[in-house]
């Protein structure tokens, strides 16, 4: 069978300009590309795609491994010949100048953030620090190193990911005579939506959480950076994601591990709020597209036109875990506890990704069913996984192991 990486390693192909260092061949690779948050949720799924799908990319994973960001996430690439990890601070301006001489990176794809509402309704500093100033320090770096070349910005890309959060919180509203979720082509061909409008790529920003307003705030740096200085950016705005690898301080994967305890389901006020959920290897589907082919300077909403009330989702990953586990189905809805609703809770997401759909033709590939069904199958496989996340060892471990670096 064809193996990228043998040819990779075969002493024959390494290209004219390999450099030698210390003995080791380190290659000449097509494409230098620095991916910020690679440990963490979608950061990892992220990386699992380039790298493997890419073994002419030498990808970088640059992560400050916050309780959020754990290598375990990526132990089936770390050997790789084309994977790097870097643990750095984005806010560290003089290291990601380093970085970027270093690797000589032409392309960014930054995920690295602080993600969660509820932490920031906490701590907003902790937000405005890495979310803004992060994103500025790695913005500048990269500028200052792609102006440096005598190519300019030419062949490089500054990718930036954020959320649906910044336009704000939609309604839910339903055609007289017609419960929700109701069938509207206002989106898409098949969108069960729970109300008449959604999020399009020019829709006013209204961020509500400082969690939204962090991330609406580096937006606005990407596309100054574009303006001013003309760097090739480019920024997508997603919604909910789910699937294997996301903190246990996020719905899903709290509830399937309280679930599997036997533990309360805190469910926000009434628990009828409503988010768009897609899968996160579709997520990774669609940055790989839009870094490879969206138009710079441009746009792109992503979204799984797949809307639901949370109280909705939480029946159905109660039902799912109790059928995998052999309890009788729907048995532990009786763990559902409605507390305190998260103050300023925004009513509803959903995106409207028919642009990305039409220009560079993605589209989400799993039904929910199945998607949920593979998630929530995840979790309970990798038991020892969640326990390590939970425990905290994995953050001891961490700091041990790079504390010398
Ligand atoms: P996550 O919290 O799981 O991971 C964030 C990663 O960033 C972690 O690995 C963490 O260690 C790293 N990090 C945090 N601060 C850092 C710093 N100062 N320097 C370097 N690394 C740092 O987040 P996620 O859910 O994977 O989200 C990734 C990105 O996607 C974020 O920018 C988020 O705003 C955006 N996003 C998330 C969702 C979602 O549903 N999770 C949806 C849309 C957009
Ligand atoms: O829309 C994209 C955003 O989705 C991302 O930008 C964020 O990084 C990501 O965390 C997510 O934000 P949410 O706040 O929507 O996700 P979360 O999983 O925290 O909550 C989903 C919904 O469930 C929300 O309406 C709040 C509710 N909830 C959440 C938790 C953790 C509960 O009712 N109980 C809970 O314990």
């Known amino acids: 069978m064809y193996d990228p990486y043998l040819l990779v390693k075969c002493f024959s192909l390494i290209p004219k300009k390999a450099i030698f260092a210390e003995n080791n061949i380190i290659m000449e690779f097509k494409r230098n590309i620095i991916i910020t948050g690679g440990a963490g949720f979608i950061g990892s799924h992220v990386v699992r795609l380039f790298v493997n799908k890419y073994p002419e990319y030498h990808i970088i994973n640059l992560d ?15 050997d790789k010949p084309n994977y790097t990890f870097v643990r750095a601070d984005i806010c560290d301006f003089d290291k990601m100048c380093e970085l970027m001489t270093q690797y000589r990176v032409d392309g960014v794809i930054h995920l690295a953030a602080e993600s969660h509402v509820d932490r920031s309704i906490k701590d907003p500093f902790t937000f405005a620090q890495t979310n803004v100033m992060g ?22 890309r500054f990718y930036h990911i954020s959320t649906d959060e910044v336009y704000g919180a939609l309604k839910l509203t339903n055609p007289e005579g017609v419960e929700s979720p109701f069938t509207t082509k206002a989106s898409s061909d098949h969108h069960h939506a729970y109300g008449k409008d959604f999020f399009t790529e020019d829709k006013k920003y209204q961020p509500h959480s400082p969690y939204s307003a ?6 606005h740096f990407v596309r100054a950076f574009h303006d001013t200085y003309g760097m090739p950016t480019i920024v997508t705005n997603c919604s909910n994601n789910y699937g294997p690898y996301q903190f246990p301080e996020k719905l899903i994967p709290l509830f399937i591990n309280n679930i599997r305890h036997r533990k309360p389901l805190p469910v926000y006020g009434k628990g009828e709020n409503v988010r768009d959920w897609l899968y996160v290897e579709d997520h990774a589907r669609a940055i790989d597209l839009i870094f490879h082919k969206g138009n710079v300077a441009d746009t792109y909403n992503i979204g799984g036109f797949n809307e639901w ?38 009513a509803r997401y959903a995106i409207d990704s ?4 039409k220009e560079l033709g993605w589209e989400p590939s799993l039904q929910f069913e199945e998607g949920i069904e593979r998630t929530v199958k995840w979790y309970l496989d990798h038991q020892d996984w ?12 961490y700091d041990d192991m790079y504390k010398n670096r």
């Open 64 to 78: 400050k491994l916050t309780y959020a960001g754990n290598l375990a996430n990526l132990k089936d690439v770390e």
């Open 214 to 219: 962090s991330k609406a705030s580096s937006d």
């Open 386 to 397: 969640m326990d390590n996340v939970t425990s905290g060892d994995y953050m001891k471990y």
């Open 354 to 357: 028919r642009k990305l759909q």
């Open 135 to 156: 994103t500025l320090s790695l913005l500048q770096a990269a500028k200052l190193y792609w102006e440096s070349l005598p190519e300019g910005y030419e062949g490089k």
């Open 309 to 346: 009330k949370n109280i909705d989702i939480i029946k159905v990953v109660i039902k799912t875990v109790d059928r995998l586990l052999g309890r009788p189905e729907g048995a532990d809805e009786d763990l559902i506890t409605h507390v305190t609703d998260r103050l300023g809770h925004d």
